[in-house]
Nanobody, 124 residues
């Protein structure tokens, strides 16, 4: 079983930046594709970004391209989400997730393990 714990959320003004972290325990981190998803109040959870097991491959939701960057440190069993030029519509609970396999996919039903999430609030 893999346990995931997110951190780094908070309150930031529009145009600001935040870096989220997700620490994994209980498994071999380098064997998992990692993803970030977010869920705003009253909305469905949506895909943000994913990264391959080695970190060489990444994918992003269109609205995040150029503003967000996903990365990972397999030695630290941690995945990161650098968020720049934040907008009020980025306000959500951000979850990291892990899936066995090789392919970065945007579908939440393809991810086996989930963290509890960290709140990101962007004020205008």
């Amino acid at each position: 079983q893999v346990q995931l714990v997110e951190s780094g959320g908070g309150l930031v003004q529009a145009g600001g930046s935040l870096r989220l972290s997700c620490a994994a325990t209980g498994g071999t981190f380098s064997l998992y594709v990692m993803g970030w998803f977010r869920q705003a109040p009253g909305q469905e959870r949506e895909f943000v970004a994913a990264i391959s097991r080695s970190g060489s491959g990444t994918s992003y939701a269109d609205s995040m391209k150029g503003r967000f960057a996903i990365s990972r440190d397999n030695a630290k069993s941690t995945v990161y989400l650098q968020m720049n030029s934040l907008k009020p519509e980025d306000t959500a609970v951000y979850h990291c997730a892990a899936r066995s396999g090789y392919v970065t996919v945007p579908r939440e039903d393809q991810y086996e393990y989930w963290g509890q999430g960290t709140q990101v609030t962007v004020s205008s």
